[in-house]
Structures are given as C-alpha cells and as structure tokens.
C-alpha cells in the first residue's frame, strides 16, 4: 500500500493550489444567458436576475445555469411526478438514451436478479453505467457488481436527475464509461408533504400503491436543516395467461416453402399456439435401444395414469408444433414480478460556521421480490414393475421391453409445485461530510460514505435429485408401496407417483421437494474523498478554475449457497460462493479556462480538462482523461465538444466468480440442418470440417435437450478502455424566449471489453470465425465422435471485443404564455417538450483485431434507430394538464448482422406509439389531486413479443392503466 499513499501525498500537494468558485465579471454575464435542458430561455437571457451556482453533473466546477462541456440532460422533480409511474427506474428506462436491460418486465430472467431496476445507458452493458447520489458513490444491488438498484433512491426527495451520456472516468472514476446517472437530493426542505398513489390495469395484474410521508425543519435560524422521509410501495404481480397475446402462446416454424437461405422466402414462419412435444406435466414416453439412442415412443401418461397414443401436432423439422400434446410454459409466465419497498431517508446538514457546513445521511431500504420459473423437469427411466403404474400401461411398457427398449418419460413436474426464487434485500448507506470556504475564493468537500446490502434468497420447491430417484424406485412390500432402499426407507422416503398428474402424495412430494435452501449475499463500500479548488490567476476572459480531488474507495462482495447447492444435489445449477474485493486510490484534477472572449463570433471560448489516476489491487495503475471546450459564437447560440478516455475495471464477480454449473438449449452449428443458417456457409462447412465433422453430422443437442455447460469469472481480466467523443450545439434565440434546442453527437469506442458469452454464442463463434484457432473454440470439449460433451464447454469473462456506438441526441423545449401568443389576457403557459435519440451504431465485434467481423446490434430487438418522447403540458393557475407520447423506432427480429433478412416471416417490429394524459388540481395551495391514463391505446408489444425479454422489455406489458394520487403539503 506504500506507493498508493506516496501517489496520493503527491496528488494532494498539487490539488492544494486550486480552489473552486464561480466565474466573474464578463465571462459569468455571457453565462448567464446559456441555459440547462431544463431551464427556460426566459429566465436565461434575464441578465438582471441573480444566479444561483450550482455544481451540475459532468463537472464539480460550480457555474451558474449549469453550463458545461459535456452533454447533460436534467430531469426535474416535475418530470418524474408527471410519469404516472410508482417505478422511478421504469421511468427513467423509457429515455431515449436508455436500454432496457432491467426493468419491472423481466428483472426476474435470471437467478439473483428478481425484483432489480438496473440502468443501462446506450445498451453497452449495465456495468458501464455509473449511478450517484449527490456526486458521490452508492451501494450496489447486483451481487459483485457495481450496479445500483434505482428502488433504493427516495423519489420524493429527488430535486432533479442529471443524464452525462458520455465518459465521465476522469471526473468520477471508473465504471463511468457510456456516463453518469446522478440523483441530485434536495437539502433545504422545510414543512410536510403526504402522497398517496394507486394505479390498475384494465385487464387485471400489475395493481400498485405507494404512500410517502416526508418532513423537513430548518433550526437556528436557517443554519441547519434536517429533513426525513419514509415510503412503502408495493407492485401486483403480472401472470402472462392474464394477457391475451401471452395465451396465444407464439412459435416459429420452419417454412415449407424454403428453398434454401438466400431464396427471398422466408426461412421460418409465426405460428399459434406452440407447443413443445417430448415434454408434459403427465409424461410422454420415450425408448432407449441397446446402444442407448433415444427413440421416440407415440405413447403419453393420461392425468389418471392410464396410457393412450400421443396426438400429435402439426409438426416441423425441429419438433416445433402448432398444438397436439405436449408442454407450452405459459403457466409460469410473468410479466411483472410482485414486490414490496419500504425506505427511510433521512438527510441534514448545519452551517458551523459562515464557512462551514456539516452534512449528513442515512438511508434504510428493504425490498422483497418473487419470481417464479418453470418446475423441475427430468427424463427417467421406468421399471414396467412399478407398483403406482396402471396394469395396462405396465402391460405396454413390458412390450417395449421385450423389443430391446428401455422405456422412459419425459415429464415436467408442474404438479411438484413451481420452483420459486422469494428474494428479500436489504440496502443501507451513510454519509458524513464536511464543505466550505477557506477565505478568498477557496473551498472544499470532504466526505465518508459507508454502504451495505444484504441479500436473503430461498429457493422453494428446489427438487433433492438424490432423495427424487430414491421415491421413484418403488416396490410394493407386505402391501403397501414403499421406497426400494431400505436405507431411504429409515430417513424417512415416501414413495412418488408421477404417472399422469397429480397423483403424488403431499409427503412425497414434501419429501423430495426443498424449500429451505437459498442464497445469502453481501457487499459493502467504503469511500473516503474530498477535493478543494478555486482560481488561480486571470486570463483575458476570467479566471482559470481548477480543482483537485483525492479518493480511496473498498469494495467486498460475498454470495453463499446452501451446501446442498453446492454439492450439485439438487435440480437448480450447483452455485458457488463467490468471494472478493478491492480497493483503489484515485487523484484526479479538472481545469476551466475561459481562453477568450469579446470579440466578433467569438463571445466566449472555454477550454476544460480533466485528469484521474488509479491504482487498484487487481490491475494496477489505469489513467483516465477528458478534454473539452465550449464556444460561445452568439448570446444566443454555443457549440460545445469533448473527448475523453475512459477506463472500467472489471468487478469482483468477473474476477472471482467461480466456474459453475449452467445449463442451456443449444443447436449445434455443424448439424446438417443447421449449416444453411451460416452467414458464410462455406467457412462455417470448412471449420466444422476441421473439428473432424461431416457434412451430414447430426447432433443430439439439436432434439431439445439442454447442455450442461460451465460460466464463471477469469482471474486474469484487464482493464477495458473507452474512447468517447460527442461535440453539439445550444440554440436560444432572442426571438423565441423560453425556446432552446440542443443538438449533440456522440461516439463511443471500447477495447478489450470485458464480456462473457452464452453457450449459443459461443459454439457459434468458434466455427463462423476465419478459422477453429479461437479463443471460443479453445472452451469447447467434443467427444471423439464428435458430439459437444455435457460439462465440457466453458464461458468465461474475456478482455476479447470491441464494442462501438455512436448516434444523435436532441432535445427541444419551448416554453411560452399563451396571452404573449394571443395578445389577450391571461390564458395560462404551455410547455413543448421533445428528447430523442438517433442510433447511428451499436456494434459487437467478438474478436477486436477482426474489424470486418462485427455483430451488428442497432436496429435489432431492444435498440431502436429512432426512439423520442413528447411532453404538452398545460398549466392555468391551480390547473395543469400533460399529455406524454414515446415513440419507439422499427426493430429487426433477426440478427442484422449473420442473417439475411428472410430468416422469419415477421421480420420486424414496426414502429409502436403510446399515448399518456394526467390533470392535476392543487386546492387551497395544499393539497393537490392528479390522476390519469397510460397507454390510452391499449397497445400490446408487437410481433409475437412478451414484453419481458432482455430486448422486448422496452415495450408496455400492462395494457391500459389508471392512476390516482394525492399530494398534501403543510
């Protein structure tokens, strides 16, 4: 630890000259007519109005109205009460700017993630988004991430939140590669304030409620202030059978009339009513012959035991079906989880001095969530002696038997009961701080943060596979049917019947099913920062301003199963715990410089910089930088750029994660039938060919099974770097007050990003890349004959891709009184609103030194091109009215970048529209009642989507909505 202190020392030395104010003389009067997304031109060109300095994200320089290089959108307390929705994380994830990798729709896809709301900015991957509270760090909620759980941010003291889409590394270190979320609090309320809110669907599902009370003091005269608030919010759950185009079950066939890849007819076509045929909840038959391949025998269990020829659907190549007996799943679909949230926030500060203030918080979360997912499944062999079997299905058995069979059934056991993840999570963090003037233009902050979460996960109806094949093998003894192994009998087996459905007793199923086991997760931060800053001499058009900042920070991170988990004794994967941590000293400087100003198209040119060292435990030293400058041509118009390198380190789960078991459904890429699907045919032939495979190779994995692969973290990771670029402009024109528009590109570039593949992907990468000599060839074990081997095939974090995204972001505000409009007498204001994206490009490429060999992701499923929100809002003294339009841009259902076009029938999303309204009234000047619609049009998400997939979660799963709420304030 000695050099990290001799760095710091150093660092400290230099940050001792700087000290932070506010711009003066010439340069503060241009300043003060730019303006923030949110401001109003009017208030900007008022040069006679005191500005207040306020330090916006993207800076911790102070300058009045904001102004800063960076682009920033900022989103008022207004704007987040107008959304209608009890989820602030949902409502920031339908921003343009935002994907929707975690939201209410699918937070429950993966074991640990249930209940979670998770930023993603510009879709380059939740751990690329930095959240902060205040501009300093918070707690994680995703286990050995850096990831924060929006649920845990008291909504009703959030004064505005400010969006840096752009890399923020050497401001706020790492993780801030695609920008910077930063909830800014308020910290002067004084009084109280009641809210209650309600909201139902039409359709039934997804109810919620939320009731907050907050309170706020000021004492001694204005010199101290302590403010608290406590809320409790809880959502209904969403079944997808209470959804119509959930019930419609969609599925994708193979379409007859193909005549190969590149024919312009489409390769697969929608169907209804899907059905997957070698699985039900009752058993279908199948036969092992003597050299242990599997047939398929049309037999199927009745709910009542007795066997009867399976009816089958109508059935493709890859054993898709459109109806006939089988299994669809949708009776443990889930829309949107159920959840309860209660926080307490309390926040304060008192001004010791004129130049001194202590500051303080403390914040209580507690979260529960449920999720459920399919019932363990199995294929078991069966003794045509079994005791629980009906004598004529025993009697067919036997014959199967005498014709060299082994007789088996596919079944899933739904009559076990679901398997169901109950998750309860606990978020604390304090902060204790001091911030200043030291004389002259001087001031500081400095400042402890403590947080820690804690996760408490059981897993109910998780199957004991021992104690399972022990009740299946089942014999009859002095006439009762009882447990074959004596040993089992005496700890207690009872014998299960799972011929047909239904037909097991309680205490088998008690017996074989577990529902103490669990998960328990903890992690914990420590950050200790300050800076101190100022000016230090002047240039022609003001005072340089710098600052400088020292920060160490730890972070620890544990998970642990139960040891039944972890023996691999039981259905669900066997996790292990997984423990790590690191810590890491950063200094960083940052610099504003107003080179030049008064002359002609030249009003004012200001260069900013910024600077950030870090040391870690477990990469070592990193460097992170951003140059920027912002050219004031006229009072009404600014052009503003920046570059940046930013860096993330990888996280305590893609460093220490063990390799553990996982398992998915997967099509071989050298099977026969999947070779065509190539997007190069030829070389995907010539790289299976050199793994030893013929062309007519068949793989098993290719009937429906799943493969048991392993996943886990890579010790050996290294940093990843980011190179981001964005330049735009401001416009207020003088003849339109209260009008700004911003307009601003931007470009993102990340080397040896860190990212970890499904077994899918995997497989396919290794043989569609230029040859087998790759590193996702390298983690896949095939048999000599040729077939992948179970456990054989490893995913990994790898510092190997590269990703890209650039695109345009805009925003248009125009706020204005309608009597200035009409000449007439008062009519009340009207605001127009509008913030969009443009996705240029989103691109994957797997291997970084092969450029030409990228996976395109924009315009695919989750990344719209086009995506923008529309705000009209109407306010006539106690009335306001606001009506909200989001628009999300056509998405491809196929992969743009390895697929023809014609690989489905519905190839697209199309373009979807929503449609929102609220009114509110606030009687006597206390007591303000709103209520209004969401999605007036009832849209449904589009072709044959959920709604709740990792991409599909970027449209409305509740349908119609309505909402009522009250706000009492005193």
């Known amino acids: 630890?000695?050099?990290?202190?001799?760095?710091?020392?150093?660092?400290?030395?230099?940050?001792?000259?700087?000290?932070?104010?506010?711009?003066?003389?010439?340069?503060?009067?241009?300043?003060?007519?730019?303006?923030?997304?949110?401001?109003?031109?009017?208030?900007?060109?008022?040069?006679?109005?005191?500005?207040?300095?306020?330090?916006?994200?993207?800076?911790?320089?102070?300058?009045?109205?904001?102004?800063?290089?960076?682009?920033?959108?900022?989103?008022?307390?207004?704007?987040?009460?107008?959304?209608?929705?009890?989820?602030?994380?949902?409502?920031?994830?339908?921003?343009?700017?935002?994907?929707?990798?975690?939201?209410?729709?699918?937070?429950?896809?993966?074991?640990?993630?249930?209940?979670?709301?998770?930023?993603?900015?510009?879709?380059?991957?939740?751990?690329?988004?930095?959240?902060?509270?205040?501009?300093?760090?918070?707690?994680?909620?995703?286990?050995?991430?850096?990831?924060?759980?929006?649920?845990?941010?008291?909504?009703?003291?959030?004064?505005?939140?400010?969006?840096?889409?752009?890399?923020?590394?050497?401001?706020?270190?790492?993780?801030?590669?695609?920008?910077?979320?930063?909830?800014?609090?308020?910290?002067?309320?004084?009084?109280?304030?009641?809210?209650?809110?309600?909201?139902?669907?039409?359709?039934?599902?997804?109810?919620?409620?939320?009731?907050?009370?907050?309170?706020?003091?000021?004492?001694?005269?204005?010199?101290?202030?302590?403010?608290?608030?406590?809320?409790?919010?809880?959502?209904?759950?969403?079944?997808?059978?209470?959804?119509?185009?959930?019930?419609?079950n969609y599925g994708t066939q193979v379409n007859p009339n193909d005549t190969g890849p590149h024919d312009g007819i489409p390769d697969f076509i929608p169907i209804e009513n899907s059905v997957f045929p070698v699985l039900s909840d009752t058993g279908i038959l199948f036969g092992l012959d003597s050299d242990g391949r599997l047939q398929q025998l049309d037999y199927i269990?009745?709910?009542?035991?007795?066997?009867?020829?399976?009816?089958?659907?109508?059935?493709?190549?890859?054993?898709?079906?459109?109806?006939?007996?089988?299994?669809?799943?949708?009776?443990?679909?889930?829309?949107?989880?159920?959840?309860?949230?209660?926080?307490l926030f309390v926040t304060g500060h008192f001004d010791v001095s004129d130049s001194m203030r202590l500051f303080a918080e403390a914040k209580y979360v507690n979260r529960e969530a449920e999720s459920l997912s399919t019932a363990s499944f199995s294929r078991d062999l069966i003794d045509p002696n079994n005791p629980f079997l009906d004598p004529a299905a025993?009697?067919?058995?036997?014959?199967?038997?005498?014709?060299?069979?082994?007789?088996?059934?596919?079944?899933?056991?739904?009559?076990?009961?679901?398997?169901?993840?109950?998750?309860?999570?606990?978020?604390?963090r304090y902060v204790l701080g001091l911030k200043g003037d030291i004389g002259g233009n001087w001031e500081y902050e400095a400042s402890l943060v403590y947080g820690q979460y804690n996760g408490d996960t059981t897993f109910l109806n998780n199957r004991h596979n021992d104690r399972y094949a022990q009740a299946l093998d089942a014999i009859e003894l002095n006439g009762e049917i009882v447990c074959a192994d004596a040993d089992a009998r005496a700890n207690g087996c009872v014998p299960l019947n799972l011929f047909g459905s239904g037909r097991a007793s309680q205490e088998a199923i008690d017996y074989v099913s577990l529902q103490n086991t669990g998960a328990e997760e903890e992690m914990t931060q420590f950050v200790v920062s300050g800076f101190i800053g100022g000016e230090i001499f002047q240039l022609p058009a003001g005072p340089l301003s710098v600052v400088g900042g020292l920060e160490y920070r730890e972070e620890t991170s544990e998970v642990d199963y139960s040891e039944v988990i972890k023996a691999d004794l039981t259905f669900m994967n066997a996790l292990q715990r997984t423990t790590g941590e690191y810590d890491v000293s950063e200094a960083y400087v940052e610099m504003s410089a107003p080179l030049v100003?008064?002359?002609?198209?030249?009003?004012?040119?200001?260069?900013?910089?910024?600077?950030?060292?870090?040391?870690?435990?477990?990469?070592?030293?990193?460097?992170?930088?951003?140059?920027?400058?912002?050219?004031?041509?006229?009072?009404?118009?600014?052009?503003?750029?920046?570059?940046?390198?930013?860096?993330?380190?990888?996280?305590?789960?893609?460093l220490f994660g063990p390799l553990t078991e996982n398992f998915a459904f997967v099509d071989d890429p050298c099977d026969a039938d999947e070779l065509k699907n190539a997007p190069d045919v030829a070389q995907r032939s010539a790289n299976c060919a050199a793994l030893g495979l013929s062309p007519d190779y068949q793989s098993p994995w290719n009937e429906g099974a799943t493969l048991g692969y392993l996943s886990g973290g890579n010790p050996d990771l290294g940093v990843e770097t980011a190179k981001t670029t964005s330049f735009g402009l401001v416009f207020t024109p003088s003849f339109a007050d209260g009008l700004t528009v911003i307009v601003d590109y931007w470009d993102i570039e990340i080397e040896d990003a860190i990212s970890a593949y499904g077994a899918q992907t995997i497989l396919d990468k290794c043989v569609d890349a230029a040859s087998i000599n790759n590193v996702f060839c390298g983690n896949i074990g095939r048999l000599p004959n040729g077939d992948i081997a179970e456990g054989a095939l490893i995913s990994s974090a790898l510092n190997a891709a590269a990703l890209t995204a650039r695109g345009i972001d805009y925003e248009v505000r125009y706020q204005f009184a309608l009597a200035d409009l009409f000449n007439t007498s008062d009519l009340g204001s009207l605001t127009l609103a509008v913030t969009g994206s443009h996705l240029k490009e989103r691109i994957d490429y797997s291997f970084q030194d092969e450029p030409d060999e990228g996976d395109r992701i924009d315009r695919e499923l989750g990344d719209p091109t086009n995506s923008f929100n529309t705000d009209v809002t109407y306010d006539y003294g106690n009335l306001s009215l606001n009506w909200r339009h989001r628009y999300v841009g056509d998405m491809a259902l196929y992969d743009l970048g390895n697929r023809p076009p014609e690989s489905v029938a519905i190839s697209n999303t199309g373009s979807v529209n929503y449609d929102n309204l609220r009114a509110a009234y606030v009687f006597n000047d206390d007591l303000e009642v709103y209520g209004g619609i969401n999605n007036i049009g009832d849209q449904e998400p589009p072709a044959n989507l959920s709604g709740a997939g990792g991409g599909s979660a970027i449209y409305d799963v509740y349908g119609r909505s309505f909402y009522v709420g009250a706000n009492y304030t005193f």
Not at 161 to 173: E, N, P, Q
Not at 396 to 406: H, R, Y
């Open 301 to 343: 269990f009745n709910p009542d035991g007795s066997l009867r020829p399976t009816i089958s659907g109508d059935c493709d190549v890859r054993n898709r079906c459109i109806g006939g007996d089988g299994y669809t799943g949708l009776e443990t679909s889930q829309l949107a989880l159920p959840t309860e949230n209660t926080n």
């Open 597 to 654: 100003g008064g002359l002609p198209g030249i009003e004012l040119l200001t260069l900013d910089a910024a600077y950030r060292i870090s040391d870690y435990s477990t990469v070592g030293d990193t460097n992170a930088w951003n140059v920027g400058f912002s050219w004031v041509i006229v009072d009404s118009l600014r052009f503003r750029a920046t570059t940046s390198e930013a860096v993330r380190a990888p996280n305590i789960d893609e």
């Open 1 to 248: 630890m000695e050099h990290k202190f001799k760095k710091s020392i150093l660092s400290l030395a230099v940050a001792g000259t700087f000290s932070l104010v506010s711009f003066q003389g010439f340069a503060q009067e241009l300043e003060e007519a730019e303006v923030v997304s949110q401001e109003t031109a009017s208030e900007a060109n008022s040069y006679d109005v005191e500005v207040e300095e306020v330090v916006v994200t993207g800076s911790r320089i102070s300058r009045p109205n904001a102004v800063t290089t960076a682009p920033v959108t900022s989103l008022t307390a207004e704007d987040l009460s107008r959304s209608g929705e009890v989820n602030l994380g949902d409502f920031l994830n339908k921003l343009p700017q935002l994907r929707s990798t975690f939201s209410s729709n699918n937070s429950g896809r993966f074991i640990g993630t249930a209940g979670l709301n998770i930023l993603d900015l510009r879709g380059l991957g939740t751990e690329r988004t930095l959240v902060l509270q205040d501009g300093r760090r918070h707690i994680a909620s995703s286990i050995g991430t850096s990831s924060v759980d929006i649920n845990t941010i008291p909504e009703d003291l959030v004064e505005r939140v400010d969006v840096v889409t752009a890399g923020a590394s050497a401001l706020y270190g790492a993780d801030a590669v695609s920008g910077v979320i930063n909830f800014i609090m308020k910290d002067d309320f004084e009084g109280g304030k009641i809210s209650a809110f309600t909201s139902d669907t039409q359709h039934g599902g997804g109810e919620s409620t939320e009731l907050t009370l907050t309170l706020g003091k000021n004492f001694f005269d204005g010199r101290a202030n302590i403010a608290g608030n406590i809320g409790y919010t809880k959502t209904g759950e969403l079944r997808g059978l209470q959804r119509g185009w959930i019930r419609k």
């Open 394 to 428: 025993a009697e067919k058995l036997q014959e199967f038997v005498d014709q060299g069979l082994t007789p088996g059934a596919y079944r899933i056991h739904n009559d076990l009961g679901f398997r169901t993840d109950v998750t309860e999570r606990s978020t604390q």
